[in-house]
């Protein structure tokens, strides 16, 4: 292999590169945004004993966990404006197609905290003479949400990760600059090597995180 590293090529432009992880960050921001609130109420809607309503959101959950991110994204930048004519930024279509995809996965992490909520819980709020809405939004909502907390960011970092595909749209994120970079500077195993190391300096105390909230949560569970 008769290559010689120059990482002064990249050094020198980071500029770029920094404004494309601001762009990246943006983009995880709106879609957990989407994902933390949306997610809740399909994961009611999935949980509905009405079948016009159980139906619809299983199929919304199903189309969005079978299919892969990439496809979502082009799908939404495409066909969207063709089918529906609405035409919204590529900006925009990231965030929705990366959004929704998120709320799929949310809604089952919701699904199941959901689930485990204890049952005296929602005697208590009963008792106390609290609607239905009253008992979700006051009880269901935030233990739920406690229980999922680390599901939650781990999809959220996920997605992180994940918007690195809104590049084929155009969408100037981190990977987008890392691609122009490359091919300006020739310097692609340096480049990448770069935006490699930016993506990890970002997830990895994320990670860190979601480890101690679930050993915490284990060693509260003993």
């Known amino acids: 292999m008769n290559y010689s590293f120059d990482l ?3 050094t020198r432009n980071l500029p770029p590169l920094f404004d494309g ?5 943006q983009l995880t921001i709106a879609a ?14 999935i949980m509905s004993r009405w079948a016009v309503i159980r139906l619809p959101a299983t199929l919304f959950v199903e189309f969005f966990r079978c299919t892969p991110a990439i496809v979502q994204i082009v799908w939404f930048f ?8 609405v035409f919204l930024g590529s ?3 990231g965030i929705l197609a990366l959004g929704f995809n998120l709320t799929t996965f949310n809604a089952e992490a919701y699904r199941a905290s959901i689930q485990a909520v204890p049952r005296e819980q ?11 809405w009253q008992r979700i939004l006051y009880i269901v909502l935030p233990t739920a949400f406690r229980a999922s907390v680390p599901v939650l960011l781990t999809n959220g970092i996920v997605i992180f990760q994940q918007s690195a595909l809104v590049a084929i749209v155009a969408v100037q994120d981190l990977m987008y600059q890392g691609k122009t970079l490359a091919t300006e500077t020739y310097r692609p195993i340096e480049t990448f090597t770069v935006v490699a190391l930016i993506y990890f300096a970002v997830s990895f105390p994320v990670t860190q995180i979601v480890g101690y909230l679930e050993r915490r949560r284990e060693a509260m569970a003993s």
């Open 91 to 93: 900006m925009t279509m």
């Open 122 to 132: 929602i005697d208590a709020g009963i008792a106390l003479g609290l609607n239905p």
């Open 21 to 25: 992880l601001v762009v990246t960050l």
């Open 32 to 45: 957990n945004l989407i994902g933390l609130t949306l997610g809740f109420v399909v994961a009611l809607l």
């Open 8 to 10: 002064q090529a990249v």
């Open 78 to 85: 495409y066909c969207v404006p063709m089918l529906f004519n």
